[in-house]
């Protein structure tokens, strides 16, 4: 069974730092783009960072709201992706989820995304 469970959320103040974690099992975690997905209050969700596996060739994909602040890392030895996220700004108030997606190279489309793991809140307030 393909599980993911998201984590290391919390309240953040404005321009502060924090460090998502996706562990991951039920799967050859190595061979699949992983990656992670927010939905803001009264918003759709929305993918905005995605790291290839390893036939990938090393594919990312960020979206325009979080590109030079977001960085998506991976460790395939722990089965586990990273989301550092710098500079946070209030709108990326959101709960963040993980995901697998069908394919080994990065995907924006939420449709190209196969399993999805438990939200992991994060508030960016002063």
């Known amino acids: 069974e393909v599980q993911l469970q998201a984590s290391g959320g919390g309240l953040v103040q404005p321009g502060g730092s924090l460090r998502l974690s996706c562990a991951a099992s039920?799967?050859?975690?190595?061979?699949?783009?992983i990656g992670w997905i927010c939905q803001a209050p009264g918003k759709e969700r929305e993918a905005i960072a995605c790291?290839?596996?390893?036939?990938?060739?090393?594919?990312?994909y960020y979206a325009d709201s979080v590109k030079g602040r977001f960085t998506i890392s991976r460790d395939n030895a722990k089965n586990t992706a990273y989301l550092q996220m710098n500079s946070l700004k209030p709108e990326d108030t959101a709960v963040y989820y993980c995901?697998?997606?069908?394919?080994?190279?990065?995907?924006?489309?939420?449709?190209?995304?196969?399993?999805w793991g438990q939200g992991t809140q994060v508030t960016v307030s002063s």
């Open positions: 790291l290839g596996g390893i036939a990938g060739g090393g594919s990312i």
């Open positions: 995901a697998k997606s069908y394919f080994g190279i990065a995907v924006e489309s939420l449709k190209l995304y196969e399993s």
């Open positions: 039920g799967f050859n975690f190595a061979d699949f783009s």
